[in-house]
């Protein structure tokens, strides 16, 4: 089982950047496929970006070409880097680690906000 805290998520203004850090620790991190959620208030937590153990990447078509998700195994973290943000990603953001197509528990995520 592996335990993951998100990190990085603030304040910013529309067309700015943030980057997102999910940090792991428990077992072999490089096993594992992880995923960047979000869940806006009133909303459901949808997928943004998956990153499987060999690096391939999707992502939901709202980000595709905006955010890049990348993992660095020997630091056990998962970055989400957003770029051009706009005012509907504003959401709380969770990472988590789908394990035969069920999800982990979640974290307390991090809050990102995009307004002027």
């Known amino acids: 089982q592996v335990q993951l805290v998100e990190s990085g998520g603030g304040l910013v203004q529309p067309g700015g950047s943030l980057r997102l850090s999910c940090a792991a620790s428990g077992s072999a991190f490089s096993d594992y496929t992880i995923g960047w959620y979000r869940q806006a208030p009133g909303k459901q937590r949808d997928l943004v970006a998956l990153?499987?153990?060999?690096?391939?990447?999707n992502y939901a078509d709202s980000v595709k070409g905006r955010f890049t998700i990348s993992r660095d195994n020997a630091k056990n973290t998962v970055y989400l880097q957003m770029n051009s943000l706009k005012p509907e990603d504003t959401a709380v953001y969770y990472c988590n680690a789908p394990r035969n197509g069920l999800l982990g528990s979640w974290g307390q995520g991090t809050q990102v906000t995009v307004s002027s």
């Open positions: 990153i499987n153990t060999g690096g391939s990447t």
